[in-house]
C-alpha cells in the first residue's frame, strides 16, 4: 500500500487572507449574503458562516483551522540532519535506513519532544516518518554503495590530488602530449552464466531454483577506450587463460 495519504475533503485549504476577504465582504457589503459570498469566492457556506461570527465577536481572531500537521522536526533541524547524512556518505560512512531511524529517535529525545509512543518501544523513528523524510529532501535517496578500501578512501586527499595533477602537468609538458595522445580506460565484469529472474513459487518454500547454464560460470573483462579528444576505441575483452573456451565468443 503507498504511504501517499489522499484527502477526502477540502476543509482547511481555504488561505486566511482569502477567508478575511470573504468575512469583511459579508459585514461591510451592501446585500451581499453569505450565501452569495460562499458561492463566488468558492467557499463552504457554513465554514464562512462561523468565521463571520468569530469576525464578529473579536477583530483580532485568526481565521485559518488551529490545527496543523504533526511534524516531529521542524524545516531548520531537518535540514541539518539531511546535511549530516549527505557528510557521512561524501566520506564513504553513510547511515543506512535504520541506523538514521535510530537516529532520528536519538535526536527526539535529547531534545525531549513529543513523538509516538512506538518510537519508544522500537527505540527509533518509524517507517513512515522515514519515507516523508525522504519525500521532503528529494536531494536524499537510497542507494547502493561501492565497496571503497580504507587505503583508497583515505589516500583521497587534496595534498595528493594536488601532487598528482602538478606531476601529471610536468609529464604532459615535457613529453609535449595532446589530446590525441590522451586515452581513459575502464573495466567492467561480465559473467558467462546469465542473471537468475524472480519467480513466482508456493509461499513458504525453502528453495526455489531456476535452470541456467551452469550454477557458476567465468568472469570475462571488458576494457572501454576513449580519447580525449573523444575518438573510442573498440572494446577489448580480457578472457581467462586457463579456464578458456570458444563459447566465450559466441
Not at 595528493?160 to 565484469?189: M, P, V
Not at 528453495?207 to 550454477?215: D, H, I, K, L
Amino acid at each position: 500500500m503507498p504511504r501517499q495519504y489522499k484527502r477526502h475533503t477540502d476543509m482547511g485549504l481555504v488561505p486566511g487572507e482569502a477567508m478575511l476577504e470573504a468575512v469583511e465582504l459579508v459585514i461591510n457589503g451592501e446585500g451581499m449574503s453569505i450565501r452569495k459570498v460562499a458561492k463566488d469566492k468558492g467557499i463552504s457556506k457554513s465554514a464562512l458562516a462561523r468565521y463571520v461570527k468569530k469576525y464578529q465577536a473579536d477583530k483580532n481572531c485568526k481565521l485559518a483551522p488551529n490545527y496543523k500537521h504533526s511534524q516531529i522536526f521542524n524545516p531548520v533541524q531537518e535540514a541539518d540532519l539531511a546535511k549530516y547524512l549527505t557528510k557521512c556518505s561524501q566520506m564513504f560512512h553513510g547511515l543506512t535506513p535504520k541506523n538514521t531511524r535510530k537516529l532520528a529517535y536519538e535526536i527526539a529525545v535529547q531534545n525531549n519532544m513529543r513523538i509516538p509512543e512506538k518510537w519508544h518501544e522500537n527505540q527509533m523513528a518509524g517507517c513512515d516518518w522515514m519515507s516523508g523524510f525522504l519525500k521532503r529532501h528529494s536531494e536524499l535517496s537510497i542507494r547502493n554503495p561501492e565497496a571503497t578500501s580504507l587505503a583508497r578512501a583515505t589516500s583521497f586527499k587534496r595534498h595528493n590530488i594536488n601532487a598528482y595533477f602538478d606531476l601529471l602537468e610536468q609529464t604532459i609538458k615535457d613529453g609535449q602530449f595532446t589530446g590525441r595522445h590522451i586515452f581513459n580506460l575502464d573495466e567492467t565484469g561480465f559473467t558467462t552464466v546469465q542473471k537468475v529472474p524472480k519467480v513466482i513459487a508456493k509461499k513458504g518454500s525453502k528453495q526455489v531454483g531456476q535452470v541456467t547454464s551452469q550454477e557458476r560460470g567465468q568472469l570475462v573483462t571488458v576494457c572501454g577506450i576513449v580519447g580525449a579528444t573523444g575518438i573510442a576505441l573498440p572494446p577489448v575483452f580480457v578472457f581467462p587463460r586457463k579456464n578458456f573456451r570458444d563459447i566465450m565468443l559466441h
